[in-house]
């Protein structure tokens, strides 16, 4: 099992920044992949932006450019530092950890998740 706890949401004005942390405690194989998703009212979750343990990268393309993610290793915590924010990016943030066991089997964990609000 794995615990996904976030932290960091909140309300801020279109072309503000918001940095959004999750802590992940548990069964964290060497081999995984920690992220951030979002869903909007309305629409499905969609993923922003993921990080391998190996260093690799992903972002969504309407946030490329506006968001960083990184992870420190050694605390197993991922960050989404988002800048430049927009009233579309409005929408509940979940942390997701893709875990691959020893024996190959994969895993989906999920945080709580987070609002994230952007007025204009």
């Known amino acids: 099992q794995v615990q996904l706890v976030e932290s960091g949401g909140g309300l801020v004005q279109a072309g503000g920044s918001l940095r959004l942390s999750c802590a992940a405690s548990g069964s964290i194989f060497s081999r995984n992949t920690l992220g951030w998703y979002r869903q909007a009212p309305g629409k499905q979750r969609e993923l922003v932006a993921a990080?391998?343990?190996?260093?690799?990268?992903n972002y969504a393309d309407s946030v490329k450019g506006r968001f960083t993610i990184s992870r420190d290793n050694a605390k197993n915590t991922v960050y989404l530092q988002m800048n430049s924010l927009k009233p579309e990016d409005t929408a509940v943030y979940y942390c997701n950890a893709h875990i691959i066991n020893v024996l190959g089997y994969e895993y989906d964990y999920w945080g709580q998740g987070t609002q994230v609000t952007v007025s204009s």
């Open positions: 990080h391998t343990n190996g260093g690799y990268t």
